[in-house]
């Protein structure tokens, strides 16, 4: 590992006023790199590790961040996204270490798509997973890469006890289905720790980005997820 006064993060950007990325109000920082190509992805400027925007030392990082700590309290705290933020272990692992020192609540938003976490997981209270699918094909067509590393992060959380939230982006003729929410409900069952399981609508927010880009956009003739349907499937899955 680098000396910590070394390391720098490459980031896309920051937010000081994040409510959707963990509990409370959040600093959210989404940090560049991204080794997943999802078909739905709507942050496509993500994935370039060298197209950062920011770039600061985790002493420098966290200095913003405890400016903000007045409005996020005791409920809120720190998000760590991406991209996918686990592909900057070391200054990741610097940020929560300092983080923690100074009794700030930390969650990373994640696909656990790399390797290498164990440690990061010690000196994090809230993990937010991303489920893109939960069997091998649907996984590797969705996201261009195999469900190994995924599954590997899922049961280390579970070994070390996390908290955790669950995520699933719902497409009109990809996933929209009681069949899906099922087989995903069926899938977490028995999993510890489960805090929250959340069915997002998907949107296409981003299509101009791939257009801006220059990348072709796989669903491109898909509309936005019916909210109503959503809202539906997501009770499914609540029912006992």
Not at 214 to 237: A, P, R
Request: aromatic share 10%; charged share 30%; with cysteine.
């Amino acid at each position: 590992m680098k000396k910590s006064s070394s390391i720098k993060g490459k980031i896309n950007s920051l937010e000081t006023m994040g409510l959707v990325d963990g509990p409370g109000i959040r600093f959210v920082v989404f940090l560049q790199g991204c080794p997943l190509r999802c078909s739905y992805c709507h942050n496509p400027e993500t994935w370039d590790p060298s197209s950062y925007k920011i770039e600061l030392s985790a002493e420098e990082l966290v200095e913003k961040i405890k400016r903000y700590r007045n409005y996020f309290g005791q409920d809120g705290g720190v998000t760590f996204s991406g991209g996918e933020p686990l592909l900057q272990k070391d200054f990741l692992l610097e940020c929560l270490k300092r983080c923690k020192k100074e009794h700030i609540h930390t969650a990373i938003d994640t696909a656990g798509s790399v390797s290498g976490y164990e440690e990061i997981l010690n000196y994090v209270d809230l993990v937010i997973l991303d489920i893109k699918a939960y069997q091998e094909k649907e996984y590797k067509n969705l996201t261009k890469r195999p469900m190994t590393n995924f599954l590997k992060f899922l049961y280390a959380c579970q070994r070390k006890g996390k908290k955790m939230w669950f995520r699933t982006v719902i497409v009109p003729g990809l996933n929209d289905t009681k069949g899906f929410v099922l087989g995903l409900k069926n899938f977490i069952s028995g999993l510890k720790n489960i805090e929250k399981v959340e069915l997002l609508p998907y949107q296409t927010l981003g299509v101009s980005k791939y257009q801006k880009l220059g990348l072709f956009y796989e669903l491109e003739n898909i509309s936005d997820m019916d909210k109503e349907k959503c809202q539906k499937l997501q009770k499914v899955l609540e029912e006992e």
